[in-house]
């Protein structure tokens, strides 16, 4: 096989007022026709920058290419001019980026956004460019393209979009295609059909692709050789079977080791220190027939909560997993009232949520928190940490002079895991897994007994995410907290919860004890969510097998809307049509 891109020596860094930065140090590694390598590495490893230096999209000033030469189809890229590289990126080489909503145009049709390359690289008429945008949409499996090639980004939804990014990125037919994270905001049945797509398309033209991701379960089934990267270099290369059988860096060690895995058996958690009285054995929280409507204009109503019920008991974790846009966050903030209900009971303790006023939700608030999604979006920028969680401790007057506040901050701050000394810092001074741990200590402050978890380790890189867990469960032994955990990763979620429940267009569609749920899923639905997570081992991924899916917006696969949480088993719901 002949080699089409090698890179030599790569050394990239970024000059700030008083430094340099090196992002990128002595990096070499070889690309293949038809081949596909994975790099793998957590945030800030050098991954991307590699990869867009590659392409040269990096702004220089302040980037620059300390040394190191990028050889493409015998052609040095690293000093090219940017009139030349006009030429080869789109051509020669295509790239995905990760986020598809900010690397699309808002104001132009998908179609047009196709085309557009199309006219400039392979010099076609409108009406040729048409035809092959059209094909493109085809080949990516988006139905109805020919209507679909006049829609706005817009009008997609996530997975769709990056569905389109592809077929921009493959429309002229080029020898290199770079996937800087495809699929990290992808749901994992979306991401099953994304990679199941680029692999179908490489085998019909024959492009080699670089994979950057963090996630060894897509590398496994994806790749055939591996680049690990760590603080800009590369730690360890060699075939995917080698790297996962037989790692051989510590470094790459530990990122196996961090992946939660589903075919494992969960270990029996222990039992917490505080045992918080039981009043007659009633769960702590019970959700009756809860709904959520929004008014959506025109007569259309989105019943994002659609009549779900479900208890959990004290110091129980209840997982709740879905795709994006089955109602998992909704539910969430309906429960603690950031939403209004529109129908349904939600009873903390036997007392019904629904009916307080603000003021006495305001004090109910003291037993009831919620960490977010996005550890960065949810602190102000503004305040220090110090005063991000001490603002907790004010509204419920839990502390009585400016020491004691202090003192509890730096206590709240020792129990996740950080320097108290990190009190007196503002929130973009932290790292992603750091805030998201002042984001679970401000949770804390006011000594919760509930705690709806939203999403809270997506945004983060493996075994930061396994040390959140990890910190997630001390918690729950050492203050007998209860959970509700919000998440699209299953097997996360598997071996965090007691039980889980999985919700479809705003309904439960299972629940079930965990390992029961893993093994013996009932539902259609929950069975095409555990098809499609990424398994990380070469050998199970490379028995799936290829087949081309159409992206179905809007439709009810599995006629939820109509059905009936019936227990089928003790313990085990399914939602059966009616």
Known sequence: MDTI?????????????????????????????????????????????????????LPSPPSYVKSGEITFLGQNLAYMTDKQMEAIRGRDIGMIFQDPMTSLNPTMKIGRQIAESLIKHQKLSKKEARQQAVEMLKLVGISNSEARYDQYPHEFSGGMRQRVMIA????????????DEPTTALDVTIQAQILNQMKLIQQQIGTSIILITHDLGVVAGMCDRVAVMKDGVIVETG?????????????????????????????????PLITRSAADDRPLLEVRSLKRHFDMGKGNVLKAVNNISFHIHAGETLGIVGESGSGKSTTGRTILRLHE???????????????????????????????????YASLNPRFRVLDIIGEALDVHK?????????????????????????AMRYPHEFSGGQRQRIGIARALAVEPEFIVCDEPLSALDVSIQAQIVKLLEELQHRLGLTYMFIAHDLSMVKHIS?????????????????????????????????????????KIEAKKKLKLTEELAGEDKYNVDNSELVEVAQGHWVAISS
Do not use: W
């Not at 990128?24 to 990869?51: D, H």
């Not at 004691?404 to 206590?411: D, S, T, Y």
């Open 341 to 375: 209900p529109t129908g349904g009971d939600v009873l903390y303790k036997g007392i019904s949520i629904n009916r307080l006023t603000l003021s006495e939700m305001k004090v109910m608030r003291r037993n009831m928190q919620m960490i977010f999604q996005d550890p």
């Open 498 to 538: 007691d039980r889980v429940a999985v919700m479809y267009r705003g309904k439960i569609v299972e629940l079930a004890e965990s390992e029961e749920l893993y093994s013996n899923p009932q539902h259609e639905y929950t069975k095409s969510l555990l098809a499609a997570i990424p398994i990380p081992d070469p």
């Open 168 to 179: 921009i990125a493959l429309a002229c037919r080029p020898s290199l295609l770079i996937a």
């Open 398 to 422: 839990l502390v009585a002079t400016p020491q004691e506040r202090q003192k509890r901050v730096e206590e709240l701050l020792d129990m996740v895991g950080l320097d108290p000394v990190m």
């Open 5 to 57: 891109l090698e890179v030599n020596n790569l050394s990239v860094s970024f000059q700030t007022r008083d430094r340099e930065v090196q992002a990128v140090k002595g990096v070499s590694f070889e690309l293949r026709r038809g081949e596909t390598l994975g790099i793998v590495g957590e945030s800030g490893s050098g991954k991307s920058v590699t990869a867009r230096t590659i392409m040269r999209l």
């Open 239 to 271: 075939t995917t079977e080698e790297i996962f059988s037989n790692p051989q860096h510590p470094y790459t060690l530990k990122l196996l080791n961090a992946l939660p895995r589903l075919h494992e058996q969960k270990k029996a958690k222990p039992a």
